[in-house]
C-alpha cells in the first residue's frame, strides 16, 4: 500500500463518481481491519504509530468518498481543476437567478408549509445537480464544467442547512 495513493486507488475502487455505498463501505471496513494499530501492537511503538497514520489515512479517504460532495470536488482535483469554493464562486447563470429566487422565497415564507414546499424543490434540484455532476465526470469527463455545478451543491447544501434551521423554528413554536 502507497500512502499518496489517490484514495480511489487506496480503497481498491474505480475512480468514479457513481460509487455503491455499500461496496465503499466494505472496502473501507476490510482495509481498516488489515491498518488498525491493535494488530500491530505485539510489534511495538513504531509499528502502531505506522499503522496509526495508516488508519488516519484510510478514514480520510472513506470520509472523502462517501460524501458525493466531497467526491466530486477530489475527482475534479484528481483531473487539475480546483474547485475553488473560497475563491471561486462562478456558477451557471441559470442558476444564479434561481439562488436569488429561493433566497426570496425562503424571506417571504410565512408558514411552514410554504418552508416545506421550497425544501422539496431544493433537494429536488439537488438529486438534478447529482445526476448532471454524474454525467459530466464519469461519462463525459469534464471536470472543468462538473466544477461549476459542484460550487452550485454547494450552495444548494448551504440553503438546505437554512432551510432546516427555519423548519426547526416553526417546529419551536418561534
Same mark, same amino acid.
Given at each position: 500500500?502507497?500512502? #499518496?495513493?489517490?484514495?480511489? &486507488?487506496?480503497?481498491?475502487? !474505480?475512480?468514479?463518481? /457513481?460509487?455503491?455505498? /455499500? &461496496?465503499?463501505?466494505?472496502? +473501507? @471496513?476490510?482495509?481498516?481491519? @488489515?491498518?488498525? !494499530? #491493535? ?6 511503538? &513504531? ?6 497514520? +495508516?488508519?488516519?489515512?484510510? $478514514?480520510e479517504a472513506h470520509q472523502r468518498l462517501k460524501d458525493p460532495l466531497k467526491r466530486a470536488a477530489y ?12 475563491r471561486n464562486t462562478a456558477m451557471p447563470s441559470d442558476f444564479l437567478i434561481q439562488q436569488m429566487e +429561493?433566497?426570496?422565497?425562503?424571506? #417571504? ?5 410554504d418552508v416545506q414546499l421550497l425544501e422539496a424543490e431544493v433537494l429536488g434540484q439537488r438529486q438534478a445537480?447529482?445526476? @448532471?455532476? &454524474? ?7 469534464? !471536470?472543468?464544467? /462538473? ?13 438546505? #442547512?437554512?432551510? $432546516? ?10
Amino acid at each position: 500500500m502507497n500512502l #499518496d495513493a489517490d484514495d480511489f &486507488t487506496l480503497l481498491g475502487l !474505480p475512480r468514479s463518481f /457513481a460509487l455503491d455505498r /455499500a &461496496t465503499l463501505d466494505a472496502h +473501507w @471496513k476490510a482495509l481498516q481491519a @488489515k491498518v488498525h !494499530p #491493535d494488530r500491530f501492537a505485539a510489534e511495538g511503538g &513504531t509499528a502502531q504509530r505506522v499503522a496509526m497514520q +495508516w488508519a488516519v489515512r484510510v $478514514n480520510e479517504a472513506h470520509q472523502r468518498l462517501k460524501d458525493p460532495l466531497k467526491r466530486a470536488a477530489y475527482l475534479c482535483e484528481l483531473a487539475g481543476v480546483s474547485v475553488q469554493s473560497e475563491r471561486n464562486t462562478a456558477m451557471p447563470s441559470d442558476f444564479l437567478i434561481q439562488q436569488m429566487e +429561493w433566497r426570496e422565497a425562503l424571506e #417571504d415564507a410565512g408558514s411552514a408549509g410554504d418552508v416545506q414546499l421550497l425544501e422539496a424543490e431544493v433537494l429536488g434540484q439537488r438529486q438534478a445537480r447529482l445526476a @448532471k455532476i &454524474t454525467h459530466l465526470l464519469d461519462a463525459q469527463s469534464n !471536470p472543468q464544467q /462538473a466544477a461549476l455545478e459542484v460550487r452550485a451543491l454547494m450552495f444548494i447544501d448551504r440553503l438546505s #442547512d437554512e432551510i $432546516n434551521h427555519r423548519l426547526e423554528r416553526y417546529e419551536d413554536g418561534l
